[in-house]
């Protein structure tokens, strides 16, 4: 049997606990208790404010069929070029470089055709200089051949004057015609009055020409003396191309007196006559003498 102490201690620890039960049925209760509802009207069930009739419509069941999420959107690829576009780009590629390649051989005609006009005009200049000198140059022969004419005219009209004493117009000579008989080019105390001549031992036959400049005297050391007659070869400028001495008239065998009318032949120059022969023939006379 329990004494009284422990019978003590057992009605407390009941109390006790009785009183703990207690308070844990209390707080459930609070904790627990709905919150009170909002009070107010039912209404009927409708979807609009106007109606008639006395049954009400069986209203649509609704289904709830769950929502599936979103289906996120996976990010846009890169535009990759189609195959024409690869093609369009490639044209166009080729089409600059073809563009560069024409305007480059443009320039290059341009510059070549700039070359050729520029080179077109130096030789115009050229032969502006050109024609310019041989101008001169045939004003001058003209000028040289005037002043010998008027020499040889004046000579002339000196040796006339001079030889008719009776300051008559008849002349001399042995045509038995009037005139004075010979070339403007001889000498007045010549007797030769056939072909043409020059005086001081030079006389020449060249139909219709003349010399164009005094005719040089043979350099000759000989004691020997006589005439040597040299065929002479002219063209139209009045140059003579070649030149045999020994023709018919000669008096003399002597070499050096023929080599040096060879000489002097092949150095004489007669007056440019355009419409004479491409090669006219005639001959030139040298006369030695020991002075």
């Given amino acids: 049997m329990m004494t009284t102490k422990e019978q003590r201690i057992a009605t407390a620890g009941t109390a006790i606990f009785c009183v703990l039960f207690l308070f844990m049925l209390v707080l459930v209760r609070f904790i627990n208790d709905p919150t009170e509802e909002e009070e107010g009207v039912l209404v009927n069930f409708g979807d609009t404010e106007q109606g008639m009739g006395e049954v009400e419509p069986r209203p649509a069941v609704a289904q709830n069929i769950p929502t599936p999420p979103p289906t ?7 535009p990759q070029q189609t195959g024409e576009e690869e093609v369009v780009n ?14 480059a051989e443009q320039k290059k005609r341009q ?28 004003e001058e022969i003209q000028r040289q051949q005037q002043q010998q004419q008027q020499a040889i005219n004046t000579k002339a009209a000196s040796a006339f004057a001079g030889r008719n004493v009776n300051g008559g117009t008849s002349g001399e000579g042995d045509s038995n015609k009037p005139g004075n008989q010979g070339s403007l080019n001889g000498d007045p105390n010549s007797k030769n009055r056939v072909g043409g001549g020059s005086g001081n031992g030079i006389n020449f036959k060249l139909d219709g020409r003349s010399f164009g400049t ?7 050391n000989s004691k020997s003396e006589g005439k040597v007659v040299v065929e002479i070869r002219v063209d139209r400028s009045g140059k003579v ?5 020994g023709k018919a008239g000669t008096t003399t065998n002597d070499p050096v007196l023929r080599e040096a009318a060879k000489a002097a032949a092949l150095k004489a120059r007669f007056n440019s006559d355009p419409n004479a022969a491409e090669v006219q023939v005639g001959t030139i006379t040298y006369t030695f003498i020991q002075q």
């Fill in 72 to 78: 996120p959107t996976p990010p846009e690829p890169a």
């Fill in 90 to 103: 490639q044209d166009f590629e080729e089409s600059a470089v073809i563009e560069q390649k024409k305007k």
């Fill in 111 to 138: 510059d070549e055709e700039l070359k050729r006009q520029q080179e077109i005009e130096r030789q115009r200049i050229e032969e502006e200089r050109r024609k310019e000198e041989e101008r001169k140059r045939q």
């Fill in 214 to 220: 005094t005719p040089p005297k043979p350099e000759y």
């Fill in 241 to 245: 191309i070649s030149a045999s001495p």
